[in-house]
């Protein structure tokens, strides 16, 4: 098993454009997240989902969406990046037992 | 809301010395309670976990103990070695809220020096 993959590793991008991030678990895993960590922060939630089809929000999720078509897929999209943006962003997913494995993470550089 | 409170870092210690890490958290019913460990450049690891009062998880010499009366799981080591070196997290997860909604504390960086 690969467990959380994520891509890219590294990213640099200019205010005003777009991407998306992705991630994808090989675990059959229901509930999948999307954390940044920023210095002196912790991590924080920005979207979770509990299944295919079902996203909601955590606790910083403005200027980011999600989707969840599949179990396997949860990509994490940037409309519109902005500096504030720059930050290592984590995805998750979990198991019944509620422990959380965590991907290699995204260094995403907003200029 | 829910909350975890740990102590900053940077923590520095020697090879071979003992490590406390403190944790203190603020929640409504009975939450689980977690350690988590990043290496550098890597995610986060689950370390060790408690899901009742008084429970103690223990892991790679690692050791916790949920203290529900001083809402505590302090993160123990007798004897820290060089690849302890990371940062760890405290986090609480509460079955109040949404499934797996982890809430972590800020993190504390460890440094073992030879």
């Known amino acids: 098993n690969a467990g959380v993959t994520q891509t890219p590793k590294f990213q640099v991008l200019k205010t005003g454009q777009s991407m998306t991030l992705q991630c994808a678990q090989d675990?059959?895993?229901?509930?999948m997240s999307w954390y940044r960590q920023d210095p002196g922060m912790g991590l924080r939630l920005i979207h979770y989902?509990?299944?295919?089809?079902?996203?909601d929000q955590g606790e910083v999720p403005n200027g980011y969406n999600v989707s969840r078509s599949t179990t396997e897929d949860f990509p994490l999209r940037l409309l519109s990046a902005a500096p504030s943006q720059t930050s290592v962003y984590f995805c998750?997913?979990?198991?019944?037992?509620?422990?959380?494995?965590f991907g290699p993470g995204t260094r995403l550089t907003v200029l | 809301g829910d909350s975890v409170t740990q102590m900053e870092g940077p923590v520095t210690l020697s090879e071979e010395a003992f490590l406390t890490i403190n944790c203190t958290y603020t929640?409504?019913?009975?939450?689980?309670l977690f350690w988590y460990v990043q290496y550098p450049g890597e995610g986060l690891q689950l370390l060790l976990k408690a899901t009742k009062a008084d429970d103690k998880g223990s892991n790679k010499g690692f050791e916790a103990t949920y203290r529900k009366e001083t809402t505590s799981f302090h993160l123990e080591k007798g004897s820290v070695q060089v690849s302890d070196s990371a940062v760890y997290f405290c986090a609480l997860l509460n079955y109040g809220g949404s499934q797996g909604n982890l809430i972590f504390g800020k993190g504390t960086k460890l440094s073992v020096k030879p």
């Open positions: 998750a997913s979990s198991s019944t037992t509620n422990e959380q494995f």
């Open positions: 929640a409504t019913g009975y939450p689980s």
């Open positions: 675990m059959n895993h229901e509930y």
């Open positions: 989902s509990v299944g295919a089809g079902i996203t």
